[in-house]
């Protein structure tokens, strides 16, 4: 199912048929064309992981189909050029419009395979550099000792076992991406690609776009790549979900009911061999039940749905958090060194974090970058977080006689508490609704209403 996908091109049917039964035995899938027609219509077809292109073919020559490729920007893995009559000239040509190596006919078996193999390694490397950084700031393995967080990672080594659509939820910060990663590294597929996009910022290049993203384009014969392309045979994470709209979403559906897929503009099926993982920061059934998510989406997608906790949930772990983004951060970014003291860390577990692991780790850098001493101080951890001055009152109608007498931070979260509060009973305790009557995005809104200890549940009829 993950094999890796390698096509052939060359107009003699006895090397077709031996390099694809050689190659098949070592476990790669493999497609043939015997010219350069053919070998357009199947790259259209399917993004390869290698080709191997013969270069003197009736018609349109291999040189010339490799440039076609380069100046259309689909050249999208390694190109191995063969040739029975090969010069130096000709390697050369070849090599400086993107093919990766030259080998000659009669073809050695065992040369092919290791060009092959190194070639298909060194795609993979350069995808690996390509998002380094980005994979590196986020740890393959949810960081914490608590029994939380070890249910977590028993659960992800039961996911990993079957191939299945994961649907993940939990507040912006708490790791989703990083419990997919995780999965990810466990599964058959870990040496695929794991391919994520989050759809809160691809939505803001218009329909049209965000379905070329998705699902690619073909336009006058030139192909854009879409994340299908780019994760078939490995995992596609699309971050908050709901994102979509409704025309990405009906396109979607259709995709994983009929598992293929057709790129806009396009008219020929592809089959789709990924696992989907998704993520959401609040519950996607209010969606459906407001008409603005696909029911029928829904449910596929919520084959195994994993709720990520509040680093709040799991405070215990917070000590654990900080030292191992003080290790991350000296180690990779190059910060100084800095103890956080106990003092400090007991302070920092009790924080309520709404803004959970991915504010506690800005927070570690803040630390690293502005401090001075080698330790980190109680007083240094309180002023980097801001300590938090208690809400006067849970319900509204018990504001102080004068706001104006609070510090600024305290009176303007003791009117946005009350605010919250009062909307809330206009809205019978739809977040939905408040959503639109605040003109605040959802995300946003959890997360402000979690921090000033408002709970809808209590508002609704």
Same mark, same amino acid.
């Given at each position: 199912?993950?094999?890796?996908?390698?096509?052939?091109?060359?107009?003699?049917?006895?090397?077709? /048929?031996?390099?694809?039964?050689?190659?098949?035995?070592? +476990?790669?899938?493999?497609?043939?064309? !015997?010219?350069?027609?053919?070998?357009? !219509?199947?790259?259209?077809?399917?993004?390869?992981?290698?080709?191997?292109?013969?270069?003197?073919?009736?018609?349109?020559?291999? =040189?010339?189909?490799?440039?076609?490729?380069?100046?259309?920007?689909?050249?999208?893995?390694?190109?191995?050029?063969?040739?029975?009559? +090969?010069?130096?000239?000709?390697?050369?040509?070849?090599?400086?419009?993107?093919?990766?190596?030259?080998?000659?006919?009669?073809?050695?078996?065992?040369?092919?395979?290791?060009?092959?193999?190194?070639?298909?390694?060194?795609?993979?490397?350069?995808?690996?550099?390509?998002?380094?950084?980005?994979?590196?700031?986020?740890?393959? !393995? *949810?960081?914490?000792?608590?029994?939380?967080?070890?249910?977590?990672?028993?659960?992800?080594?039961?996911?990993?076992?079957?191939?299945?659509?994961?649907?993940?939820?939990?507040?912006?910060?708490?790791?989703?991406?990083?419990?997919?990663?995780?999965?990810?590294?466990?599964? %058959?597929?870990?040496?695929?690609?794991?391919?994520?996009?989050?759809?809160? %910022?691809?939505?803001?290049?218009?329909?049209?776009?965000?379905?070329?993203?998705?699902?690619?384009?073909?336009?006058?014969?030139?192909?854009?790549?879409?994340?299908?392309?780019?994760?078939?045979?490995?995992?596609?994470?699309?971050?908050?979900?709901?994102?979509?709209?409704?025309?990405?979403?009906?396109?979607?559906?259709?995709?994983?009911?009929?598992?293929?897929?057709?790129?806009?503009?396009?008219?020929?099926?592809?089959?789709?061999?990924?696992?989907?993982?998704?993520?959401?920061?609040?519950?996607?059934?209010?969606?459906?039940?407001?008409?603005?998510?696909?029911?029928?989406?829904?449910?596929?997608?919520?084959?195994?749905?994993?709720?990520?906790?509040?680093?709040?949930?799991? *405070?215990?772990?917070?000590?654990?958090?900080?030292?191992?983004?003080?290790?991350?951060?000296?180690?990779?970014?190059?910060?100084?060194?800095?103890?956080?003291?106990?003092?400090? /860390?007991?302070?920092?577990?009790?924080?309520?974090?709404?803004?959970?692991?991915?504010?506690?780790?800005?927070?570690?850098?803040?630390?690293? =970058?502005?401090?001075?001493?080698?330790?980190?101080?109680?007083?240094?951890?309180?002023?980097?977080?801001?300590?938090?001055?208690?809400?006067?009152?849970?319900?509204?109608?018990?504001?102080?006689?004068?706001?104006?007498?609070?510090?600024?931070?305290?009176?303007?979260? /003791?009117?946005?508490?009350?605010?919250?509060?009062? /909307?809330?009973?206009?809205?019978?305790?739809?977040?939905?609704?408040?959503?639109?009557?605040?003109?605040?995005?959802?995300?946003?809104?959890?997360?402000?209403?979690?921090?000033?200890?408002?709970?809808?549940?209590?508002?609704?009829?």
């Amino acid at each position: 199912m993950t094999a890796q996908y390698i096509m052939v091109v060359d107009d003699e049917p006895d090397i077709r /048929q031996l390099v694809s039964e050689i190659l098949e035995d070592e +476990g790669y899938r493999v497609v043939t064309a !015997e010219n350069a027609a053919k070998a357009k !219509e199947l790259h259209r077809s399917r993004k390869p992981d290698l080709v191997l292109l013969d270069i003197w073919m009736p018609g349109q020559d291999g =040189i010339s189909l490799l440039k076609e490729w380069r100046e259309n920007d689909t050249l999208c893995c390694p190109v191995i050029m063969m040739s029975g009559h +090969g010069t130096i000239e000709t390697a050369v040509e070849a090599t400086k419009l993107g093919a990766q190596d030259f080998i000659e006919k009669p073809l050695s078996m065992a040369k092919m395979l290791l060009t092959i193999s190194n070639a298909l390694r060194a795609s993979q490397l350069e995808k690996e550099n390509r998002g380094l950084r980005k994979q590196i700031s986020n740890s393959l !393995e *949810p960081v914490g000792s608590s029994q939380t967080m070890q249910r977590l990672r028993e659960q992800a080594k039961r996911i990993a076992q079957h191939d299945t659509r994961v649907l993940l939820y939990g507040e912006p910060g708490v790791g989703k991406e990083t419990f997919a990663r995780h999965i990810h590294a466990l599964s %058959s597929r870990k040496n695929r690609p794991f391919v994520r996009t989050a759809l809160s %910022s691809s939505k803001n290049t218009g329909h049209a776009s965000l379905n070329s993203v998705l699902f690619g384009r073909e336009d006058l014969g030139k192909i854009q790549y879409g994340l299908l392309d780019e994760a078939n045979g490995g995992v596609l994470f699309l971050a908050e979900i709901f994102e979509l709209d409704h025309d990405a979403q009906s396109r979607l559906l259709n995709a994983l009911k009929e598992n293929r897929y057709m790129r806009i503009g396009g008219n020929d099926w592809i089959d789709m061999d990924i696992t989907l993982m998704v993520s959401s920061s609040h519950d996607l059934q209010d969606d459906v039940k407001g008409g603005k998510f696909n029911e029928e989406l829904y449910y596929l997608l919520n084959v195994v749905p994993v709720m990520i906790p509040t680093l709040h949930e799991h *405070p215990e772990d917070v000590p654990e958090l900080l030292n191992h983004y003080v290790d991350m951060l000296t180690a990779q970014e190059g910060l100084p060194y800095r103890h956080i003291s106990l003092a400090a /860390q007991n302070f920092l577990r009790n924080h309520t974090w709404p803004g959970n692991i991915r504010e506690l780790r800005n927070l570690v850098q803040r630390l690293l =970058i502005l401090g001075t001493e080698t330790e980190v101080s109680l007083d240094e951890a309180e002023e980097a977080v801001g300590a938090r001055i208690p809400l006067f009152s849970q319900e509204i109608g018990q504001i102080p006689e004068s706001l104006f007498d609070l510090p600024l931070r305290q009176a303007r979260e /003791q009117f946005e508490h009350d605010y919250l509060i009062y /909307q809330l009973k206009q809205a019978d305790g739809n977040v939905s609704k408040l959503a639109d009557q605040v003109k605040m995005e959802r995300t946003h809104l959890y997360r402000k209403m979690r921090s000033l200890n408002v709970d809808p549940k209590k508002y609704g009829r």
